[in-house]
């Protein structure tokens, strides 16, 4: 029996020319808020607004571009679905700040508030945000070179226990604090399994856990696929992360997570028959 609730979904819109699985789908604001509505109504109770791409070789974008791109979306969607929990997919303060001032409640910092030191403050400003700390190895621009682990799993519990331990140290409460072992951020194939294999270690930290993994390359390495093919591979992740009780699964197919997961859930509740 599975004693967690089911996973929250947090919906993916990259508002982005150039992102891995969906790059200049979504990039006209209209169309990215539609997505965005889409996936709310399929079922996600979070949505991840990003205007910078982070996948492996990426450049930074300006701030202005970035800021223009995410905070027309995030208002809107704000507007339309005032109790909607709305995400800043975002390692720099000015575009976070902005993004708030939108109406965005939840930060998502690939860096674990590492790459903007003025990032603590505006969390320690605005107490009803809540922080994802994503654990990274280098940089998006070269954080798949040669990334290497003694113990991978051991040296990120390590890492965001440091993080969440800066965070409470600078007036960031604890039940603010979401963490995600960063799938593919600075790791191989064989980082990211055994991350996935053991998810529940992470449970140690005593706060939330995030997953993403969604049609992220490992899959490929598997199963030669293509971003858009990889919702299979995608599902299997987030049956292992059902089984290691996660707490949030970020992800591009909505609708089809959560019926993967009610189904999941509605077998696992059935009741046992003895023979």
């Given at each position: 029996m599975i004693a967690k609730p089911k996973p929250q979904l947090m919906g993916i819109i990259n508002v982005t020319p150039d992102s891995f699985?969906?790059?200049?789908?979504?990039?006209?604001?209209?169309?990215?808020?539609e997505r965005a509505m889409k996936l709310y109504q399929d079922g996600a109770s979070i949505l991840d607004i990003g205007g910078e791409s982070t996948r492996p070789g990426s450049e930074p974008v300006d701030l202005p571009d970035e800021i223009?791109?995410?905070?027309?979306?995030?208002?809107?969607?704000?507007?339309?679905?005032?109790?909607?929990?709305i995400s800043i997919d975002t390692y720099k303060s000015e575009v976070a700040q902005a993004a708030i001032d939108a109406g965005a409640n939840m930060i998502n910092d690939i860096?674990?508030?590492?790459?903007?030191?003025?990032m603590i403050g505006l969390l320690k400003d605005n107490?009803?945000?809540?922080?994802?700390?994503?654990?990274?190895?280098?940089?998006?621009?070269?954080?798949?070179?040669?990334?290497q682990y003694a113990d991978v799993v051991a040296e990120i519990i390590s890492f965001l226990s440091v993080r969440i331990k800066h965070c409470i140290e600078n007036g960031?409460?604890?039940?603010?604090?979401?963490?995600?072992?960063?799938?593919?951020f600075g790791k191989n194939l064989d980082h990211n399994l055994k991350l996935l294999r053991n998810l529940e270690r992470f449970q140690c930290l005593k706060v939330p856990i995030m997953l993403g993994a969604s049609r992220k390359s490992f899959i490929n390495k598997i199963y030669s696929s293509k971003p858009t093919d990889r919702l299979p591979g995608t599902l299997a992740t987030a049956a292992y992360a059902i089984l290691n009780k996660v707490d949030y699964?970020?992800?591009?197919?909505?609708?089809?997570?959560?019926?993967?997961?009610?189904?999941?859930y509605a077998i696992d509740q059935a009741e046992s028959v003895e023979n």
């Open positions: 699985s969906d790059g200049g789908l979504f990039v006209k604001q209209e169309d990215a808020i223009s791109r995410v905070t027309p979306v995030i208002k809107n969607l704000r507007d339309t679905v005032p109790n909607l929990d860096s674990s508030l590492q790459f903007d030191k003025k107490r009803q945000i809540k922080v994802i700390l994503m654990h990274i190895q280098g940089t998006p621009k070269d954080m798949q070179k040669n990334p960031v409460d604890k039940d603010r604090i979401i963490v995600d072992p960063g799938i593919g699964l970020r992800v591009h197919d909505v609708k089809e997570h959560k019926q993967f997961i009610d189904i999941f």
